[in-house]
């Protein structure tokens, strides 16, 4: 039964070692007497290094601690920036007010593209600066609480006001015929003060914007049959562009609004010419004559 049991090991060995070596075979009985051999590879005692068994017991033990100084760094950065979020909720709850303000003032101002009275049209625009004033007064409010971080929360009101000045920059037009100033559009909103004023980049985008709305207007006066609309509003705009000339605009979000206001400017050109070549337009001065 021995001897059996041993050319059955040596036929194994033979076969999966490419060198097998008979001086092995003086093992066999030794292998083969050996009772707990089998145990020890079983599943249930996996075999393990006593360097491994070591630095798994000490594992624990051994385990880095945090600084005292890197945990207070960042605790300051935890508290700061929950003190941030806190502060931009409040900015942003102001934001949706005013933005529910010029949605009023802008459902009040389309009013004029349908031919209605502009003093009856103003009048309704006109009741909402006064909340849109004392809204930017309680936003300066809550940034005046983080001095010196104007520009860092400026991004979260920057779209609201450039389409308020546009909103006021287009019923000053409408009731005096000239462009709204930088300093009047303060003034209307109570931003005079150096620590929360109207930025000028916001109010260059809100005039470009206004410009956009010139041309529906043109078409819609004159199919109302104001056949002069068309030459007040082709000298404003060609005053406006040759004004936006003088800056050096680089190629961002202004210089892209700026672009667009030749396009303005070309389609209130097409509808004055129709006009002036169907003998339309009143006599006066005007752009096209000059």
Not at 271 to 281: N, P, S
């Amino acid at each position: 039964m021995k001897s059996a049991l041993r050319n059955a090991y040596y036929f194994t060995l033979s076969r999966y070692s490419l060198n097998p070596n008979p001086s092995l075979l003086h093992i066999v009985p030794f292998i083969s007497t050996f009772p707990s051999f089998p145990s020890v590879l079983s599943r249930n005692h996996p075999f393990r290094s006593p360097l491994c068994a070591t630095l798994m017991a000490g594992g624990d033990s051994d385990s880095p601690q945090t600084s005292p100084s890197l945990e207070k760094q960042f605790e300051k950065f935890r508290v700061q920036l929950e003190d941030s979020g806190s502060l931009r909720e409040r900015i942003r709850a102001v934001v949706l007010e005013i933005e529910s303000a010029t949605r009023l003032m802008q459902a009040s101002l389309l009013l004029v593209h349908q031919s209605k009275p502009i003093p009856e049209v103003l009048q309704k625009a006109n009741s909402q600066i006064n909340v849109l004033k004392d809204l930017y007064n309680k936003l300066a409010e809550v940034v005046r609480e983080c001095p010196g971080q104007y520009y860092r929360y400026h991004g979260d009101w920057r779209s609201e006001t450039q389409m308020v000045v546009s909103l006021l920059a287009f019923m000053h037009w409408l009731e005096t015929g000239n462009l709204l100033m930088h300093t009047e559009a303060e003034e209307k909103l109570g931003l005079n003060n150096s620590d929360f004023a109207l930025d000028l980049e916001d109010y260059l985008v809100g005039v470009c914007f206004m410009s956009n709305e010139m041309p529906r207007y043109v078409v819609n006066q004159v199919t109302a049959g104001d056949y002069d609309c068309p030459r007040k509003v082709l000298k404003f705009l060609t005053d406006l562009h040759a004004a936006f000339r003088m800056l050096n605009l680089r190629n961002d979000f202004l210089r892209k609004k700026f672009d667009s206001m030749k396009y303005d400017l070309r389609r209130v050109e097409e509808v004055y010419y129709d006009v002036k070549i169907r003998g339309l337009a009143t006599t006066g001065d005007s752009v096209g004559d000059q």
